[in-house]
């Protein structure tokens, strides 16, 4: 059976999309808290790449054989988990990975980064996007008046709202936060290759 865990070189694409907070059961299952409600990359990718909590993204250059299991003390290297299944239990999620059989070698991932690749995503369904997707694009309104950069994102229960800052009108002054539904009542369009979103939307809304 293939190692569960082996250094490898963290993909250039990489998107940190959950981590583990704690093994489940005694057979080598463990708990995933998503960064997403709706976690399609988690359960789609059998490859996650792990990090230790807060580390830094340094891309390993070669790959070696690692043990099954790995202390957290010495655990400095990023991570390939081969996972066997994943599923939603009760209000969590648990997976299980190829050669993590007992509680201990599930306790040694507590608090791991889980990454995957951004090109081994499902593709979004037509008209929704991935948060990651979104950050960084430009936003002008229908007049073509430039709003600000998408800075993040948040979910308000049955809308997701885009934060977009905006640079500060004269110099010294406060960069301006604005903040936008990401519905079609304000949102005309999403161009992802010209990293454009174009919206109803007035500076002084």
């Not at 005309?188 to 990293?195: A, H, I, T, Y």
């Amino acid at each position: 059976m293939r190692p569960s865990l082996e250094s490898a070189a963290l993909p250039a694409d990489a998107i940190e999309i959950g981590r583990i907070t704690d093994a489940w059961g005694i057979k080598g299952w463990f708990k995933v808290l998503p960064h997403s409600a709706s976690p399609e990359a988690l359960f789609s990718s059998k490859a996650w790449f792990l990090l230790p909590p807060d580390r830094p993204l340094k891309p390993k250059r070669s790959a070696v054989t690692a043990p099954a299991a790995v202390s957290q003390t010495h655990w400095t290297e990023p991570l390939l988990l081969t996972v066997k299944e994943v599923k939603n239990h009760s209000d969590t999620v648990v997976a299980c990975a190829h050669g993590m059989d007992d509680r201990n070698a599930a306790e040694s991932l507590r608090g791991a980064r889980i990454f995957v690749p951004r090109s081994s995503f499902p593709a979004a369904a037509d008209g929704e996007y991935y948060w990651v997707d979104l950050l960084g694009l430009q936003v002008v309104n229908r007049e073509g008046l430039d709003l600000g950069q998408v800075r993040d994102l948040m979910s308000t229960g049955p809308q997701t709202v885009l934060v977009i800052e905006a640079a500060p009108e004269a110099e010294g002054g406060k960069a301006i936060e604005r903040m936008i539904p990401f519905v079609s009542a304000f949102v005309d369009g999403v161009d992802l290759p010209g990293k454009r979103i174009t919206v109803d939307w007035q500076p002084d809304y």
